[in-house]
């Protein structure tokens, strides 16, 4: 029997409203004891970590990520994407289907759920596609698709035109109890834009890539819900009026819920234009971060590594997406993170790919945000991570329950860092934080009772 006690911690388990500084004992996977007598349970060759002084959780899910197995393996793959999931603290992901090919059949998702046992270091969860091929002209076999294991369906990095077809497709799934994750974009509207359609796009001569085009999918999507019955879940929401069309629906019950990303609400389009645009416009809430004015990271304007779908906007947007974090409007936070290669991304801004890694930055941009600016107590941050991914997903995940999986994060909130390049853990550094000085990181990821990661520098 493998055994693993934790003490002196801070326990915080937001699915059963508890905060105290307690031991946790780990016994044969799962969760065994937390409080005082955890200490006197412990076989006597248990594992000890001293976490004095640190946040002990459920382990953090991810409900957004792209590994890009099969056939993008250059950019990233299930060793490596789960390697950047432990080092951010996160125990369990969910992985988009848009690979080469397509997760559109059960073949595909046997063959990955395999590789993921063989090589991941963390819970790697699948999703599969709504249309085959993510053509968005043919429902993809999604009843064949549930029995092979995926836990939602979504043609992300892909959205659905054809109002007809997604509703038959949400019509399809409420038979299999799967939440639908859509990709929000309208592509009549959006066309070939690149950044958010506002002052920085004409000043940069970029092409517009507007709100509307986001916001109308939204509210497709809310009608769409509230007709079927079926669960929807709007991907990275990035404008102001689609938190004021979601809160309106939540508000009446539809099931319709969002994710935020960290870099929506932490960039704006400014950053596209430089560092000296952003820090002296929009950037100024986060130089407190910084121990002075030299400490401010540097870019030159039109850095690939700000582009990423839906685009960074305004100042006002970011602040919505705060609010709506806050207000419970968007009940999970993701990282959306897509790694791509450097000669992708080293061209001209209107050719290079969208997205950016983002599992190693989350935890601490998402404290700096919310946390540290007094927005949000660390339970209800830590809720957007677990129990919230975990109810939407229905899986048995995020939570502390005696007998659970012993998936554990810990972390320190108040550890000051800077994200170096040479550091990552991912196959690709497509990230626009590197210098970033960070609050918070990871200490330990512990996943089914074995700490898969651990940092060096840590006591």
Avoid at 142 to 154: E, N, Q, W, Y
């Amino acid at each position: 029997m493998n055994s693993l006690l934790l003490t002196g911690g801070r326990v915080i388990d937001p699915a059963n409203e508890f905060d105290s500084h307690a031991d946790l004992l780990v016994l044969d996977r799962k969760i065994a004891v937390i409080g005082a007598e955890a200490a006197e349970q412990a076989p006597s060759d248990s594992e000890r970590i001293d976490v004095s002084g640190l946040i002990v959780c459920p382990g953090l899910i991810d409900s957004h990520v792209h590994f890009r197995e099969p056939g993008q393996a250059g950019k990233e793959t299930i060793a490596t994407g789960t390697l950047a999931a432990a080092q951010g603290g996160f125990t369990s992901v969910v992985c988009m289907p848009n690979t080469s090919p397509a997760i559109d059949n059960p073949g595909s998702v046997a063959l990955l759920r395999e590789k993921a046992a063989r090589e991941g270091l963390v819970n790697v969860f699948l999703t599969g596609a709504i249309t085959k091929n993510l053509a968005g002209e043919e429902l993809a076999p999604i009843g064949s698709l549930k029995k092979a294991g995926v836990i939602a369906i979504t043609d992300d990095g892909h959205c659905v035109q054809n109002n007809e077809l997604m509703r038959r497709a949400l019509e399809y799934v409420r038979m299999f109890d799967l939440p639908v994750f859509d990709h929000c974009q309208d592509y009549s509207l959006v066309t070939d834009g690149v950044m958010h359609e506002a002052y920085w796009s004409t000043v940069l001569g970029l092409r517009g890539w507007p709100s509307i085009g986001e916001e109308t999918i939204v509210a497709r999507n809310i009608l769409l819900a509230e007709l079927t019955g079926a669960r929807v879940h709007c991907q990275h929401i990035s404008s102001e009026g689609s938190l004021r069309l979601l809160r309106e629906a939540r508000q009446r019950n539809v099931p319709i819920s969002g994710e935020a990303c960290p870099h929506h609400f932490t960039l704006t389009d400014a950053a596209i234009a430089g560092s000296a645009a952003f820090w002296e416009t929009d950037g100024k809430e986060l130089q407190r971060f910084f121990k002075n004015a030299d400490e401010l990271p540097s870019w030159t304007s039109y850095d690939t590594n700000f582009k990423m779908n839906p685009p960074l906007r305004s100042a006002r947007d970011r602040a919505a997406i705060l609010d709506g974090i806050v207000d419970g409007t968007l009940e999970i936070i993701a990282s959306d993170h897509a790694p791509h290669c450097d000669y992708e991304k080293d061209v001209e801004f209107d050719y290079a790919p969208f997205g950016i890694t983002g599992l190693e930055t989350e935890l601490p941009l998402t404290l700096m945000a919310l946390f540290h600016s007094n927005r949000l107590p660390m339970g209800e941050l830590l809720r957007r991570f677990t129990t919230a991914p975990a109810r939407l997903l229905r899986i048995p995940k995020g939570t502390l329950n005696i007998g659970a999986d012993a998936d554990i994060t810990v972390f320190d909130p108040d550890r000051e860092w800077v994200f170096e390049r040479q550091s990552t853990a991912s196959k690709s550094v497509n990230s626009p934080f590197y210098g970033w000085r960070m609050k918070g990181k990871a200490i330990a990821t512990i996943v089914s009772g074995k700490v898969v990661w651990r940092d060096s520098a840590a006591r």
